[in-house]
């Protein structure tokens, strides 16, 4: 899942990056409003995070901005300002979920996968295909009980499949999705990674649920292989 963090202050643009890296989604940083929907009307996100008091234009303004483009991104701002005048403004300019600084980031987190979830319409946290279980909330994934030992990008990759069960994802959704704007779309990075998970999730079974379309991309499935996989 990759997420647009505004934050004008670049040490706690950081710190929050880094938080957010660490559990898998991919973020990329804007430091104003302006460039935030500059990058919103040209990337596709899954989540917007954005603070309220920015230069150029501040968050009411951006948050606006966006959806008056039409984009129902998840939105949630984050504001040192605790006045109830302030939420309601930023719930009534489009936010999705607001919450105040200080905050403990664990709750941040909370507030996102609610929302993503809630995007996605998966109501539940666990995403089963076959044999092979995923726990979207502790970034597990097992296959016939067994613990599956994952890197943050290989999950990352996992679950954007999952969440896209029995459809073609091409290779330039995972890049928008999976990776941020430092990809490189000349790599073989992605190549790379769908291996490794065939090693991790596949390698030992009959059934094999990562597949390729040759020309479209791939696909996470139970379903029978065909001939053009």
Request: charged letters at 35%; aromatic letters at 6%; a negative charge.
């Amino acid at each position: 899942m990759r997420i647009l963090l505004v934050e004008d202050e670049p040490s706690a643009a950081r710190m929050l990056a880094k938080g957010l890296r660490e559990h898998a989604y991919a973020v990329d940083i804007a430091p104003d409003g302006e460039r935030a929907t500059y990058q919103t009307s040209i990337n596709d996100y899954d989540l917007i995070i954005l603070d309220v008091l920015l230069p150029i234009k501040d968050g009411f303004q951006t948050c606006r901005e966006i959806r008056a483009s039409g984009s129902a991104v998840p939105i949630i701002m984050l504001t040192a300002r605790d006045a109830v005048d302030d939420r309601v403004t930023g719930l009534d300019t489009g936010a999705d979920d607001y919450l105040t600084k200080p905050f403990d980031f664990r709750e941040l987190l909370a507030r996102a996968r609610a929302l993503l979830r809630r995007k996605e319409t998966i109501l539940s946290e666990t995403i089963k295909i076959a044999d092979l279980e995923i726990d979207t909330r502790a970034q597990r994934a097992r296959r016939d009980g067994r613990l599956i030992q994952l890197t943050t990008k290989e999950y990352a990759l996992l679950e954007y499949l999952a969440r896209h069960v029995d459809a073609v994802v091409s290779r330039a959704d995972i890049a928008e999705h999976v990776w941020d704007e430092t990809f490189d779309t000349f790599s073989n990075l992605i190549e790379v990674y769908v291996q490794r998970l065939r090693r991790k999730i596949d390698d030992e079974f009959a059934l094999k649920l990562i597949r390729t379309r040759r020309g479209e991309g791939y696909v996470l499935t139970a379903e029978e292989e065909s001939s053009n996989v």
